[in-house]
């Protein structure tokens, strides 16, 4: 191959030093560009563990509301079934067993943790 006097020696796919130089920092200007609207635009996503935490927190609460229901209405019903009071002790308990579910529910809410809310200054008091 010959040289061009313009432009300077070629490689074999025809580009000169400079040429190569240039397309390497277009492509390394465009890579960084493409990186920083990746972070900009994209939500950040939940980790496995949080999601997870979450949905494990949600079937515990509905097994214990459920675990309360049926727990109270099998009892009330062989109560009532050896006792011959049928449907009464069925009835009361199921409501036990029911508002022990909800108890359950209560109780695991109130475990939960939440960040404090921001103080506010109560200029108020400064008048005294």
Same mark, same amino acid.
């Given at each position: 191959?010959?040289?061009?006097?313009?432009?300077?020696?070629?490689?074999?796919?025809?580009?000169?030093?400079?040429?190569?130089?240039?397309?390497?920092?277009?492509?390394?200007?465009?890579?960084?560009?493409?990186? @920083? +609207?990746?972070?900009?635009?994209?939500?950040?996503?939940? /980790? =496995?563990?949080?999601?997870?935490? *979450?949905?494990?927190?949600?079937?515990?609460?509905?097994?214990?509301?459920?675990?309360?229901?049926?727990?109270?209405?099998?009892?009330?019903?062989?109560?009532?079934?050896?006792?011959?009071?049928?449907?009464?002790?069925?009835?009361?308990?199921?409501?036990?067993?029911? @508002? +022990?579910?909800?108890?359950?529910?209560?109780?695991?809410? /109130? =475990?939960?943790?939440?960040?404090? *809310?921001?103080?506010?200054?109560?200029?108020?008091?400064?008048?005294?």
């Amino acid at each position: 191959m010959s040289n061009d006097d313009k432009t300077g020696p070629r490689a074999a796919d025809g580009l000169s030093a400079e040429q190569r130089a240039a397309i390497s920092k277009r492509a390394s200007d465009m890579g960084a560009r493409i990186d @920083a +609207a990746k972070t900009r635009g994209m939500p950040k996503r939940q /980790s =496995r563990d949080q999601g997870g935490d *979450a949905m494990g927190r949600g079937m515990k609460i509905s097994a214990e509301l459920i675990g309360g229901v049926v727990v109270g209405s099998v009892l009330g019903w062989l109560l009532d079934k050896w006792l011959g009071t049928f449907p009464l002790l069925f009835i009361v308990c199921f409501l036990l067993g029911s @508002a +022990a579910g909800i108890l359950n529910i209560v109780r695991q809410a /109130s =475990r939960e943790t939440t960040p404090p *809310a921001p103080s506010v200054i109560d200029d108020e008091d400064d008048d005294k």
